[in-house]
């Protein structure tokens, strides 16, 4: 079975610009958690989506926004780029709200100039 | 404002040897603390997890042992491998709801042959 698959692998951004990032659950998935993990440091929780709707958030400027479709894949998107963005974006799924297990995919590298 | 303390920073161990990790907590509301491991270029993988209802779970070579009133918890690495060289985090969150975890900053592991 597949795991939790992100796209882009790597992405390099200048300041100000807009970046998108993607994220597959696994199969069955339906509950879908950002993080954003500096060099150095453990991750820090972005955002969690269920069933389309935002049911979480950490403590993030509104520059970060995020949403998940029918299909339970998500979307990550930054504006306004800042140096202090460039991370380890990972995505993890579980499968429904009430579950105390969570399954990371292997991160997006956003580098920003 | 971190929630949960992880030392030490780096740890160097010979082959064979016992790796200790320590993690302390803040949040009494926390009932679930995982800990993860992480290969360079991959996101975290889930190593073992433990529940406050117990004082120490094993798995193979890793052990969690739990002190609720202390509010810590640590991973003991028994007969460490050159291939247990990786980060590891620990975590916590309410077990109804692990998309939302707090994480430590890491524990940098190296097992020298």
């Known amino acids: 079975d597949a795991g939790v698959t992100q796209s882009p692998t790597h992405l390099i951004k200048t300041r100000g610009q807009h970046v998108t990032l993607r994220c597959s659950p696994i199969?069955?998935?339906?509950?879908v958690s950002w993080y954003q993990q500096v060099l150095g440091q453990g991750p820090q929780f972005i955002f969690q989506?269920?069933?389309?709707?935002?049911?979480g958030r950490g403590n993030f400027p509104d520059r970060f926004s995020a949403r998940q479709f029918p299909n339970y894949s998500s979307e990550l998107n930054v504006n306004a780029l800042l140096l202090g963005d460039s991370a380890l974006y990972l995505c993890?799924?579980?499968?429904?709200?009430?579950?105390?297990?969570?399954?990371f995919g292997p991160g997006t590298r956003l580098t920003v100039l | 404002q971190q929630q949960v303390k992880q030392s030490p920073q780096s740890l160097i161990v010979q082959k064979g040897g016992i790796s200790i990790i320590n993690c302390a907590y803040e949040?009494?509301?926390?009932?679930?603390f995982p800990w993860y491991q992480q290969f360079p270029g991959k996101g975290p993988a889930l190593l073992i997890a433990?529940?406050?209802?117990?004082s120490e779970k094993k798995e193979g070579r890793f052990t969690i042992s739990f002190n609720k009133s202390a509010k810590q918890f640590s991973l003991h690495i028994m007969d460490s491998q050159p291939g247990d060289s990786a980060t590891y985090f620990c975590?916590?969150?309410?077990?109804?709801?692990?998309?939302?975890?707090?994480f430590g900053d890491g524990t940098t592991l190296t097992v020298k042959p």
């Open positions: 975590a916590a969150s309410k077990s109804t709801n692990a998309g939302k975890s707090t």
């Open positions: 433990i529940r406050p209802d117990v």
């Open positions: 989506y269920y069933e389309k709707e935002e049911r």
């Open positions: 993890a799924s579980s499968l429904g709200l009430l579950t105390d297990t969570q399954y």
């Open positions: 199969s069955g998935h339906k509950s």
């Open positions: 949040n009494t509301a926390f009932d679930y």
